[in-house]
């Protein structure tokens, strides 16, 4: 174990990142307004940014943290914030507040709130092919990562994975079905955040892969934790209301192979997310420490 | 005056995307599946596949045109039936029907609507960075596409138009704030079909500036003539009833200035359409047929 400080770790990169994103959002006084108000009002609402943050550190693991990732980690925000906006809407889960204030469309309506999520969306593309990010990045690696994150974001990832999330809602659900949502609703970003920064930080094949299997172990393993913490979890922890993936029937891992199974997953695939780091040195620190804390959040 | 015959061009290239469209479109038996479906649905619906043919017309208008072009210009119809998904949405201008068949969400519920637009918008990136379209053009020339592309699609374009037109709804317009939805709406998607093709063709600075030219006076046509045939047109051609706009107290560009004045106005656009054209030969032939197409649309 090294002396890592990851608490401190963590809030200087959520700074970083969040500096970055204020700087990065777009502004107007064009008739426009409302929808970037909107998006900006939905991703400023705060969070881990935990996405942008395993981003930065996966090209820290293959070498040096490099702000001029920026650009990329704060699309990564930005595609998640798109999900959280959309996925709250009240067609799909109806949902009144996020991160206890009002959801997007409470504030904007709906129709603002379905395009700023279409403009977040969209906008982590254009930061992805921002002049700032193609001044410093090599054209061949920002292509591969477009390719990798648009295939995490849409229809193999996590359009797929909400879709299925939504019509498996209060059906009965298979393992197989649930892991499926899993994998495709929150770990394919999860784990596209490290590869992506595996990728831009100029990572040979063998560190890609292996820092691709730790983002899907650790993608998987966030998934668990959060089903736990919604059903044993302290709202003012998690942020939402204890108990309403039980309440609106959601398909989980504790509701079908019970707490005690799906601590011992958890714990499995923290192994597993360690194991992948193993030929790494100390520039690796910051993921293992994440994938510690993940799943110690819900001991 | 060419003797190039038009309709058997748009024909053929409407076929060609469409046997492209139909190949690249995603597949799935998973639980996701419905998603594809929809997402099918509302894309091989019909239509001109205008923005398709634009960009293979800007391609050829500077080189030859090529097919592997192919995947980029299905990623223009995959934006544009996106755009179309969200704004039928009830939230949105809450249509029932488009190109005669009920809308998607009248199909396939709302939330799976907005999923199969969000799929879609995200599937134009994958199209634009997959492996298919990477193994023959130059990946600098792609990300200045996936740049514009973005610009035209966001915020800064559709997104911030539609924005506009939504806040605009019932409420008294000027002509600034009604060229400014027309231009961000609908133009910019139009213009950018033709400076990408460009891009990808290979085109030189003053080529690329002219054919950018040509889209912006197109787009605009568009859209002034787009509104003329919702006043005066026929209701099997346009495939939506006609006066809808009137009904809906959309802004129009013969709403505010009269029915004379925007042909007029459109006529001005053929003329500086195809002015930006003088210094191409016979191979911007389409584009300039085209132009005249859309303005004779209307008389």
Redesign the interface.
Known sequence: MSDFDLKKYLEAQRKKVETALDGLL?H?T???A???EA?RYSIMAGGKRIRPILMLAGAEAVGEGDDALLPAACALECLHT?SLI?DD?P??DNDDLRRGRPTCHKVY????A??A???L???S??L????EI?KSID??L??EA??IF??A????GM??????D???EGKPIDAE?LA??HR?KTGALLAVSVEMGAVLGGADEVQRNALKEYGQALGLTFQIVDDILDIVGDESVIGKPVGSDTRNQKATYPALFGLEAARSKADELLEQALKALEGFDHRADPLRAIARYVVERNR
């Open positions: 777009p107007t064009d008739p426009s409302p929808v970037m998006m798109y959309h809407l067609a799909m309506g709906e129709a603002i379905i395009l999520g279409d403009g969306l969209n906008y593309f254009e992805l092919s921002s002049e193609r054209p061949e920002l292509m477009i390719s648009s295939r974001s849409g229809v193999f359009v797929g994975g909400q879709t299925a939504i019509i498996y079905t499926f949502i495709h």
